[in-house]
Each structure stands twice: as structure tokens, then as C-alpha cells.
């Protein structure tokens, strides 16, 4: 799950939406709470005392919903949730709450982008391991599973949830006006890879007279995700300057700014918005979550919109994980209730409901996750468009200062388009400032 603040403040409804690859033939079945405690469900509700568990959780997801159908399972259990929108306010109370020793609740879901920084506490979570998450890793994902756990993999902080893998979104009306194929299949066949993207980009330009992309960030995040790094290793030391993914990201998004087919929109502002309802653009590089933010923001162009895989590969934005603070009196049913939530039965509900692209990939094998067709999006099977991304997706650890690094270069980016900056300078200014941000840090 990936969202801002921002997006509130723009008018932007978001809903979350993805999906996965192909089944894993060694899967484990998710244990419902009462058989994994060997002991009949009914039978334990007459014994049971009752527990309350406390849940921070983020965003639109539809938990409320399943918290309430789990009264079913363990009519013993009450689960009180706190939901917020404000991802920034979520964590920093939860690191408060740590630093306090009080105040943890017994479930917090811990968004991608502030992961390292509950890793780095993990001393003050559960050890989901030890209450018997090792049994669950092959269900999900193996780069998601991996995400939350310790180099090792001794050690596991979350049980995941969502993903984000990157698409083409791509407005079939303006490819047809340019002569440019707008079936799924036949577009990707002109953007297969970035040069022919360029190229089409170029063709695109000179027939409409219109931006190709609606913005250098997005593009920048399409090329800079599909290395096996990004700003930095695993023992979290800089290496955006050596990483040559990072410098052809950068050199793809001056290339298109420099030959004018990227536009100069601003993600979750309403210029960004009306864009893309009028169809300012042609295409936009987003996670499978932004499909509900589209949807948001273009009403009036229900049935233009179509979906296409990444050139060269998917990248990953967004996601969270279920974790257990150590503060919990109640770890054993807390963890019996996100093994619950987070099945493979759980998964799909919440992408049916609330559009969180299952991190299980046995859900996309499900019919009512393969056959669902929306009809804003030309009644295209989006789901599987969302699984075939999954497959290309690689395990990278973000950093901690992933954000404050990526925000340097981006500014750079700007810089470039909004200033007339001289690319290389405005490079060697982030290398600067984002080595100057480490040393700091």
C-alpha cells in the first residue's frame, strides 16, 4: 500500500488494486486460527476468555470488514482498529510509542517505504518465525516475503500484504489518433523495450502534439525499479552514483524531457488530475494501486483507459506488512488473526473489496480474481495484466534514506525541465547533496 497525505488534499479518491503470478505448486495453506491451536473452533469458544486486540492500520482496506468476520472464527476475539490515511503520522506515532516502551498496539501494518526503520527496532517486534510464520513463506511471494525479513531470514517482522507492481496505463483514444496499435498485446509489441518506447514517444509527439508521459518522476521510478538495486546495498551504504540503473534512469527521463514527450505534471495535483481525465497524456507508469486513482480522476473518460506490462520489466511501489510489537499481551492471538486475515481467502476479499493486490500469487489462479473486468478500463481483465507484472519484480531493500535520496535526484530532474539545467550538473549536485544527507545521517 503506497499513498500520501497529499492525495487527500487534491481531491484524489484512492483505491488499491493489483495482482500476481502464477500459482506456487508448493504452496502451504494459511492455518485457520483454532486448528492451528489444535483444538475445535466452537469448542474453544465456550472456554476462551476474552481478548481484545488493538490494530493500527493504514489506509482503505477493508480490514474492518474481515475483523468483524472473524467473530465467526473466534467469537472470543474483538479486534479495535485505528485506521489513518496520513502514512507519516502513522509510523511516527508507532516509533514513539516504541521509543516510549507504551502505547504499541497489538497489530501494526508497516507501510515498504518505512520498513527499514521498524527493521532497525525489530528487537521491539515479534519474531513472526517463532509464532509459526516459517510455515506461511511459501505462500507469498518470495521477493515480498523477503522484504520483511532479516538477511538471514531468521528473523521476520511482517506478514505481507499488498504489492505494488508497475504497468502502462495508457489512454487508447490519443494512441489511436496518433496511429499508434492500442491493443494491450499490440502496444506492448511498440514499447517492448526503451529505446522503441522513445521511439514511439517521438511518433506520438509529432502527430498529436501532445506529452507522451505525464511526468519525469514516474518515468524515472519506471526505468530506476528494475535493477536488482537502487540508492542503496543491503548494509545500507550509498551506491546510487555507481549503480548504473540509477544513471540510466536519470539519462532516459533527460532524454525525454529534452525531446519534449515527457509532460511537466506534479503527482496528486490537480493539474496532474485534470490531465488525465482531458487527456493531456498518453500514458502514465504506475503500481497497480493507481488504477483506483485513475479511475478517481478521470470520470469522463470511462472506457479510454487500458493497461500494458513495463518495458523491460515491472518494478515494485507500495506495499505493507502485518507485524506484532513485543508490547502485545496478546501475541499468540494476534498472530492467529493476521494468518486469518492474510490467507489466501483474505487476500482476495480485500482485492475484491478495497483493490490491495494479493501478495499471494495461488489468489491469481482464483476465478474471481482472473475473470474480473472492469468496465472503466475498456472491461479489460486488469487482474491478469497485474499477475504478469509480478513476475519480473526483484527483491530490492529500499534504505532507509531511500526517500530523501530519491526526493534529491528528482528535484534535479526538475531542475533540468523546469530551469533549463544542465543535465551532468544538476547529477553531480544530487551526488553531492545525497552523500552530504549520509553523512549526516
Known amino acids: ?195 522503441k518506447f522513445a521511439e514511439t514517444a517521438n511518433k506520438f509527439k509529432q502527430k498529436t502534439g501532445k506529452t507522451f508521459v505525464d511526468m519525469p518522476g514516474l518515468l524515472f521510478n519506471g526505468v530506476r525499479d528494475q535493477g536488482n538495486e537502487i540508492f542503496y546495498n543491503n548494509n545500507d551504504e550509498f551506491i546510487g552514483d555507481k549503480n548504473p540503473q540509477v544513471k540510466k534512469a536519470y539519462d532516459f527521463t533527460v532524454k525525454g524531457i529534452k525531446e519534449g514527450w515527457v509532460g511537466k505534471n506534479v503527482l496528486w495535483t490537480p493539474e496532474w488530475a485534470k490531465d488525465t481525465n482531458d487527456g493531456g497524456f498518453a500514458v502514465m507508469l504506475a503500481p497497480a494501486w493507481m488504477s483506483g486513482v485513475i479511475k478517481g480522476n478521470a470520470k469522463d473518460a470511462t472506457g479510454k483507459w487500458m493497461i500494458t506490462q513495463m518495458p523491460e520489466g515491472a518494478g515494485n511501489w507500495g506495499g505493507s506488512f502485518l507485524s506484532i510489537p513485543k508490547e502485545s499481551k496478546n501475541a499468540k492471538e494476534a498472530y492467529e488473526f493476521i494468518s486469518w ?46 499477475a504478469k507484472a509480478t513476475k519480473s519484480v526483484k527483491p530490492i531493500r529500499y534504505g532507509k534514506l531511500h526517500d530523501a535520496t530519491d526526493s534529491i535526484i528528482k528535484e534535479s530532474l526538475s531542475n533540468v525541465q523546469q530551469k533549463g539545467g544542465d543535465p551532468q550538473a544538476e547529477w553531480d549536485s544530487a551526488i553531492k547533496k545525497i552523500k552530504e544527507l549520509n553523512k549526516r545521517s
Not at 90 to 105: D, Q, W
Not at 168 to 191: H, N
Not at 357 to 380: C, G, H, R, T, W
Open 341 to 386: 486475515m492474510d490467507s489466501k481467502d483474505g487476500q482476495l476479499k480485500s482485492y475484491i473489496s478495497n483493490g490491495l493486490m494479493p501478495s499471494i500469487p495461488a489468489v491469481y489462479e482464483e476465478a474471481k480474481f482472473k475473470e474480473l473486468k472492469d468496465p472503466f478500463y475498456n472491461n479489460q481483465a486488469i487482474s491478469v495484466e497485474f
Open 1 to 195: 500500500m503506497k499513498f500520501t497525505k497529499k492525495m487527500s488534499k487534491a481531491g484524489v479518491a484512492l483505491l488499491l488494486a493489483a495482482s500476481m503470478a502464477a500459482c506456487s505448486s508448493g504452496a502451504t495453506p494459511a492455518a485457520e486460527p483454532a486448528k492451528a491451536a489444535g483444538a475445535d473452533t466452537k469448542s474453544d469458544a465456550k472456554t476462551d476468555k476474552p481478548v481484545e486486540l488493538t490494530f493500527w492500520s493504514l489506509g482503505t482496506n477493508g480490514y474492518e470488514k474481515l475483523a468483524e468476520e472473524y467473530k465467526t472464527v473466534k467469537p472470543n476475539v474483538t479486534i479495535k482498529i485505528q485506521n489513518t490515511a496520513d502514512q507519516t503520522a502513522h509510523h511516527n506515532n508507532m516509533l514513539t510509542a516504541l521509543s516510549a516502551n507504551k502505547g504499541a498496539p497489538d497489530i501494526f501494518m508497516v507501510e515498504i517505504a518505512f520498513l527499514e526503520k521498524f527493521m532497525e527496532a525489530k528487537d521491539k517486534f515479534n519474531n513472526l518465525n517463532d509464532l509459526g510464520a516459517g510455515s506461511l513463506k511459501g505462500n507469498y511471494l518470495d521477493w515480498k516475503w523477503k522484504q520483511a525479513s532479516s538477511t538471514d531470514g531468521k528473523f521476520q517482522l511482517g506478514l505481507p500484504t499488498d504489492v505494488g507492481p508497475t504497468v502502462v496505463y495508457y489512454r487508447t483514444d490519443l494512441l489511436e489518433q496518433a496511429g499508434i496499435a492500442s491493443k494491450p498485446e499490440e502496444f506492448y509489441k511498440e514499447i517492448a523495450t526503451w529505446d
